[in-house]
């Protein structure tokens, strides 16, 4: 069984015929959080706990962006 992503872009390469292997995202796309991880300590040290604040805050309001625009897009579109 295939993760979801995996299974959108197959059924999307099924569909589009675009000849583009689903295999070719998956490696990228596990490999990013082991990157993220294997290098969240050098980042911990770099920016300290007042940096590493100010980012989880940034990134908190960059989410919360996000959702509020995916939610007026829904909303846009039942009108």
Do not use: H, Q, W
Request: with cysteine; charged share 20%.
């Amino acid at each position: 069984m295939m993760p979801p992503g995996l299974e959108y872009l197959s059924r999307l390469e099924k569909e589009n015929r675009t000849g583009t292997d689903y295999r070719t995202y998956s490696c990228p796309m596990y490999m990013l959080p082991g990157i993220i991880f294997g290098v969240s300590s050098f980042v911990m040290k770099v920016l300290g706990e007042a940096g590493s604040k100010a980012l989880s805050k940034i990134t908190s309001l960059l989410l919360a962006a996000i959702a509020v625009m995916l939610i007026r897009k829904g909303i846009v579109e039942l009108t």
